[in-house]
């Protein structure tokens, strides 16, 4: 069973950077076709896609958050970490990891597990 | 970037009802297309991908179709447990993208 939880701090001040966690189990980073992402969700609005990673160490980010995002893993210890510099009160969300299933063949790829999420407040 | 727009943003059903929600890709994304169900406060979870591939475990009376840039989420016999916000996302290309979602409520 694939379960992943989200860590971090859930209180920032505007201008520091954000570093969350992403613990996973039943899975493993190493495996082809196996990815992780980080999406958001502002109170009350829609998700948003913010970054992923592959075993493969291919990274991909959201255009609009490139420059203040960074994703890394750590296969070994089972994790990835998002960290996003500058904060501001707009990044106020809960932050969701996701398991990325990946078919190699069909390039068909959806989140088809998720963390429970970690509500994060920009705020002085 | 490609922008899916999901309608409508809201609608009120009851149980047993037949739910059909609509999702627009702004170009031809073929089948890449996955729907996600999220119940107040809890995490979303995938329904179906691919456009019409049923996720383990998710009951029958959901279907999706479509291809290219119309693709539709059916919701059959509707339950008590089905009100919640529904999300199409694109994984034809990045940015991965999300429509805004349809709350489903009572």
């Known amino acids: 069973q694939i379960t992943l939880k989200e860590s971090g701090p859930t209180l920032v001040k505007p201008t520091q950077t954000l570093t969350l966690t992403c613990t996973f189990s039943g899975h493993s980073l190493s495996t082809p076709g196996v990815g992780v992402g980080w999406i958001r969700q502002p109170p009350g609005k829609a998700l948003e896609w913010l970054a992923l990673?592959?075993?493969?160490?291919?990274?991909h980010y959201s255009p609009s958050l490139r420059n203040r995002l960074t994703i890394t893993k750590d296969t070994s210890k089972s994790q990835v970490f998002l960290t996003m510099t500058t904060v501001d009160p707009v990044d106020t969300a809960t932050y969701y990891c996701a398991h990325i299933h990946y078919d190699i063949l069909s390039a068909f790829y959806f989140f088809d597990y998720w963390g429970q999420g970690i509500l994060v407040t920009v705020s002085s | 970037d490609i922008q899916m727009t999901q309608s409508p943003s809201s609608l009120s059903a009851s149980v047993g009802d037949r739910v059909t929600i609509t999702c627009r890709a702004s170009q031809s994304i073929k089948t890449y297309v996955n729907w996600y169900q999220q119940r107040p406060g809890k995490a979303p979870r995938l329904l179906i991908f691919a456009a019409s591939t049923l996720m383990h475990g998710v009951p029958s009376r959901f279907s999706g179709s479509g291809s290219g840039t119309d693709f539709t989420l059916t919701i059959s016999n509707l339950q008590p447990e089905d009100f919640a916000t529904y999300y199409c996302q694109q994984s034809f290309g990045t940015p991965l993208t999300f429509a805004g979602g349809t709350n489903v409520e009572i």
């Open positions: 990673i592959y075993w493969n160490d291919d990274e």
